[in-house]
């Protein structure tokens, strides 16, 4: 069935460090979401891309959509501890229904 | 964005039991869905419960054990029939809001002994 591959599983970072995690599809996408999920809590929504090439920013995060729409990554400037949780890509293929990554865990040094 | 309320947040069953889990949202959502999620791991989608109609599984999942119900847009129940301890697991419902993306419930956190 369709899959997202996301990478990396874990990442340990010191405080003020930065962080990317990537997504990738085999085929193309008609949409890509971004979630974070705190420990205990469950998936929040982030942003959704949906253009070519398209990038967002939300204060320290930039999320950017691959050109062939296969790809995906979310990278944030000078985490800080309030950023960690497991961050999730979430694709769709145009059915609406979301597949998610395997997401990455982002733990932080203070 | 809409707001999803689930219940029972929690629970621990016997194995052979049934439970039934509910979500209300508090505006009409066009599409839910339900999750499942092993503590440390991704979500894996059972199902979409469609309104007034039969829910659309995912391969792996089967109405007889899952069976969902959405008699209206904005409630919707999951069954988790005959238990057993591999269905120790966390359930979780999700409604499409446009642009804010799925909002999720706080999650349902089933133990089976």
């Known amino acids: 069935g369709q899959q997202v591959m996301q990478i990396p599983q874990y990442q340990h970072v010191q405080e003020g460090e930065d962080f990317t995690t990537y997504c990738n599809s085999s085929?193309?996408?008609?949409?890509i979401q971004w979630y974070k999920q705190r420990p205990g809590g469950h998936p929040v929504f982030l942003i959704q891309?949906?253009?070519?090439?398209e990038v967002k920013k939300q204060k320290r995060l930039t999320f950017q959509f691959g050109e062939a729409k296969k790809n995906s990554s979310l990278h944030i400037t000078a985490t800080q501890t309030t950023d960690v949780g497991t961050y999730f890509c979430?694709?769709?293929?145009?059915?609406?229904?979301?597949?998610f990554g395997q997401g990455t865990r982002l733990t932080i040094n203070p | 964005s809409a707001v999803i309320s689930q219940k029972p947040s929690r629970d621990i069953c016997q194995r052979g039991t049934s439970l039934t889990i509910q979500c209300q949202v508090d505006?009409?959502?066009?599409?839910m869905f339900w999750y499942r999620q092993q503590p440390g791991q991704s979500l894996t989608l059972i199902a979409t419960?469609?309104?007034?109609?039969?829910?659309?599984?995912e391969s792996g999942f089967v109405i007889d054990k899952f069976p969902i119900s959405r008699p209206n847009l904005t409630f919707s129940t999951l069954t988790v029939s005959n238990m057993s301890p591999e269905d120790s697991s966390i359930y979780l419902c999700?409604?499409?809001?446009?642009?804010?993306?799925?909002?999720f419930g706080s999650g349902t956190r089933l133990t089976v002994v």
């Open positions: 979430a694709a769709n293929w145009g059915a609406q229904k979301l597949v």
């Open positions: 085929t193309t996408l008609s949409n």
């Open positions: 891309l949906v253009k070519s090439g």
């Open positions: 505006s009409q959502v066009t599409m």
């Open positions: 419960a469609n309104q007034g109609s039969e829910a659309t599984y």
């Open positions: 999700s409604g499409e809001t446009g642009n804010y993306g799925y909002t």
